[in-house]
């Protein structure tokens, strides 16, 4: 089964993205806030455009097919809003001080690379060897690296999905992941570096947590196996409908409540609104070019 094997690599090389912002976070001595504001953005305008544009289509057109013309588009909308429910149950699990999306400023990366460069003031305070006070910062560093894990796992799932019905589909929506991962993994380096003071164990916590992703995948290639012995073709519509309902429902959450308010907080102007436009202008090129 090809398709199954380039959606699992497809989202094993998204997920793997968090390990690429935590070396940024590392390797660079200035971040490019700009850039990271425009790349999420522009994830943010494919993964719009691909969710309404493509993917709640297919997903109406194999409800209808299984469940009718009338009941159809209310079972179609019943899977995206699901899949936003699902995720934002999932992220409501995580306690507001350790979400993952949260904006390290200049000066709280630049220990980082510079070990020379003073704590920012939200490490300095737990840096004395108080052993309560190097307890709760390391469980804020844990806390964050399962908080990016729980967020990536859906994504995961949906990248799967997207690229098992159509590979190039697929594709844009790894690469709309994997952009959205590269600030999260400078996001989850931070609080573990200072939770641990080692550089090594930040950069292996934030590749871990993106290989949730991939994690997400496989349980649902294991759970085809298992119910339809992994023979895509045979999957009823009703299930792939569902299945791509809730995967439009959960790259809208996704795109609205993590990447633009992330990439307005990084970005300066119309950066946000520069990169929205051309995620989604590339996104319509690509569907226009695959006819």
Known sequence: MPNVRVALGLTLLAGMATGIGSVIAFAAKRTNYRFLSVATGFSAGVMLYVSFREILVESGAAMSAGCGAYWGPWANAAAFFGGMLLIGLVDGLIPAAENPHETHSERETAPLHDPKASLPKFAAEYAHEHGIQRGKLMRMGLFTALAIAIHNFPEGLATFLAALERPAVGLAVAVAIALHNIPEGISVSVPIFYATGNRKKAFAYSLLSGLAEPVGAALAYALMRLFIGGRTELLPPQLMGLALGGVAGVMVYISLDE??????????????????????LCMAVSLLLMK
Not at 263 to 273: E, N, P, Q, V, W
């Open 259 to 280: 990447l633009l308010p992330t990439s307005r907080a990084y970005g300066k102007g119309h950066d946000s609104l520069l990169g929205l436009t051309a995620g989604m």
